[in-house]
C-alpha cells in the first residue's frame, strides 16, 4: 500500500538510508558507465580506430542490451523484490566493467558493454517500485526525480572528472575503478535493506501485462508524446553533443569535457525542477501530459538552434540541451500515476524496453548519418552531417507534439445550438395565433 512520507525524523531516515540512498546509488552507477564513453571517445579511437559507424554501434550496444534486460527484470522484481534484483544485476555489471578494462578488440568491447548494460538495465527500474511502494501518489513526482537527479550527478561524474582521473590512470585502470564501485554499491543495497521486506503482490503474466500496458489509452498517449524526444535525449547526449561541439564548434576536449560537465550538473536541477513544477501544476488543476508537451516543445526549439549552428551559443545550446531534456524523464511519473497499481512494474517495465530501443537506434543511427560524410585532415567531421542527423531527429519528434496539439484543440459542440434553436421554435409556437 502506498502511503505519505513519514513524519517522524526516524521515519525520515529509514525512508532515505533503506530506499532513497542505495536506489539512487544505482542508478548513479548506470549514469556513470552509460556515459563514461562520451568523454573516453580519444582514447576508444586511437586504442582501436574507431569510425563514427563503430562508435555509435559499441556506445549505443550499452542500450539494446537494457531493453533485453527489461523482460527477465521485471519478472524478478515481482518474484524477489528491488533489493535482490538491484544485488544480482549490479555484480553482473562490475563483470562487465572488469571485462570491458580488459578488451583487445572491436568485438570483445561491444560483449563487454552489452554485460555492463544489461547489468545496470534495471536499477531505475527497482528505483522506481521501491520508491512507489513508500511514496504516495501525489509525492511521487518529486520522489522519482530524486532519482533521476542522482543519474544526473552520475552523468556529471562522466564528464570533467573522469577526465581528471585520466591523468594518474588510463582508461583501462580507470574502469577497473569503475567495476570496484559497482560492485560496492551492489553489497551496499543489500546491507541497508529491510529486515523484513513485503513483496509485492502477484501481477499478471509478463507477455499479458504487456499487452494490457500497450492498450492502455494512457500509456499511449505519453508515449506519443514523449517517447521521441525521451530517444533523442539518451542517444544523443551520452556521445553526440560532445562530438558536435569538437567536430563544429573547434572546441578542445577539455572544453567539451567541461560543457558536458555543466549540461549533466544541470541534470539534478532539471530533475528535481521537472518534479516540483508537476506537483505544482497537480495542485492548480495541471496535468503532468500538459507540462510534457511544454518542456518538449522548448526541447525540439533547441534542437532547432543546434541545426541553425550560431557559434557563439554552442556552448549554451549543449548545456540546454541537457538540461531541458530532463522534461523527459516526466514519463515515469506519468505513466506509475495512470497505471493500476497491479500493472505498475510491467508498465515501468514496457516504458523502458521502448525508450532503451529508441535510444539504441536513434544512437546508432546518429553515428551513421555523420559517417556519411568524410572527415577533414584534422579528423574533424562538417556541420553539415550534423544537422542532417539533428534535423532528423526533429522531424520524428513534431508528429508526437502535433498529435497533442489536435487532441487538445477546443471542439465545438452542436448540441446546445440544436436545444438553442428547439427552445426559440417552442417560443414562437406559443406566441404565434392559433
Known amino acids: 500500500m502506498n502511503f505519505s512520507l513519514p513524519a517522524s525524523w526516524a521515519g525520515r531516515l529509514s525512508l532515505s538510508l533503506c530506499v532513497f540512498l542505495p536506489f539512487s546509488l544505482g542508478q548513479f552507477m548506470h549514469a556513470l558507465l552509460r556515459n563514461a564513453n562520451a568523454v573516453l571517445v580519444p582514447n576508444l579511437v586511437t586504442t582501436f580506430s574507431l569510425n563514427p559507424g563503430q562508435l555509435g554501434l559499441l556506445t549505443s550496444t550499452f542500450f539494446f542490451s537494457v531493453v533485453l534486460a527489461q523482460l527477465p527484470t521485471s519478472a524478478a522484481l515481482e518474484r524477489y523484490g528491488p533489493y535482490k534484483v538491484q544485488l544480482g544485476l549490479l555484480m553482473l555489471a562490475a563483470s562487465g566493467t572488469l571485462m570491458f578494462a580488459g578488451s583487445h578488440d572491436f568485438a570483445q568491447l561491444v560483449i563487454a558493454r552489452a554485460i555492463m548494460g544489461f547489468g545496470v538495465g534495471g536499477t531505475l527500474m527497482t528505483a522506481v517500485k521501491a520508491v512507489t511502494a513508500r511514496v504516495a501518489p501525489e509525492r511521487l513526482p518529486s520522489a522519482v526525480a530524486i532519482v533521476i537527479a542522482a543519474g544526473g550527478i552520475g552523468s556529471a561524474a562522466a564528464t570533467m572528472p573522469m577526465r581528471q582521473l585520466l591523468e594518474y590512470t588510463d582508461w583501462r585502470g580507470l574502469f577497473v575503478w569503475l567495476a570496484a564501485a559497482t560492485a560496492t554499491v551492489a553489497v551496499l543495497s543489500w546491507i541497508v535493506k529491510p529486515r523484513v521486506v513485503k513483496l509485492p503482490a502477484a501481477t499478471p503474466r509478463s507477455l499479458d501485462a504487456l499487452r494490457q500496458v500497450l492498450r492502455t489509452p494512457a500509456f499511449r498517449r505519453t508515449i506519443s508524446l514523449v517517447l521521441v524526444s525521451h530517444w533523442t535525449y539518451w542517444g544523443v547526449q551520452g556521445l553526440w553533443i560532445g562530438r558536435w561541439l569538437s567536430d563544429v564548434g573547434y572546441l578542445p576536449e577539455g572544453v567539451v569535457a567541461y560543457l558536458l560537465y555543466l549540461g549533466m ?17 497537480g495542485r492548480r488543476g495541471i496535468g503532468a501530459l500538459d507540462v510534457a508537451a511544454i518542456g518538449v516543445a522548448l526541447y ?40 493500476p497499481k497491479e500493472l505498475g512494474s510491467p508498465a515501468s517495465s514496457c516504458l523502458n524496453m521502448l525508450i532503451f530501443l529508441g535510444a539504441f537506434l536513434m544512437q546508432a543511427c546518429f553515428g551513421q548519418i555523420i559517417a556519411l560524410w568524410s572527415p577533414d585532415a584534422s579528423g ?12 532528423v531527429a526533429v522531424l520524428l ?38
Do not use: D, N
Not at 567531421?381 to 534535423?391: D, E, I, L, S, T
Not at 519528434?397 to 426559440?424: N, T
Open 380 to 391: 574533424h567531421y562538417p556541420a553539415v552531417a550534423y544537422r542532417v542527423a539533428f534535423g
Open 300 to 339: 525540439v526549439l533547441i534542437q532547432i538552434g543546434i541545426i541553425v549552428s550560431y557559434r557563439p551559443s554552442l556552448p549554451m545550446l549543449a548545456v540546454l540541451f541537457t538540461l531541458v531534456g530532463t522534461i523527459t524523464g516526466i514519463e515515469y511519473t506519468i505513466v506509475q500515476q495512470s497505471m
Open 265 to 281: 550538473a544541470a541534470v539534478v536541477f532539471g530533475a528535481i525542477a521537472v518534479g516540483m513544477i508537476t506537483e505544482w501544476a
Open 397 to 434: 519528434q513534431l508528429p508526437g507534439l502535433l498529435r497533442y496539439a489536435w487532441q487538445r484543440r477546443p471542439v465545438k459542440c452542436a448540441v446546445p445550438k440544436l436545444i438553442l434553436k428547439e427552445q426559440e421554435y417552442e417560443v414562437s409556437a406559443l406566441r404565434s395565433p392559433r
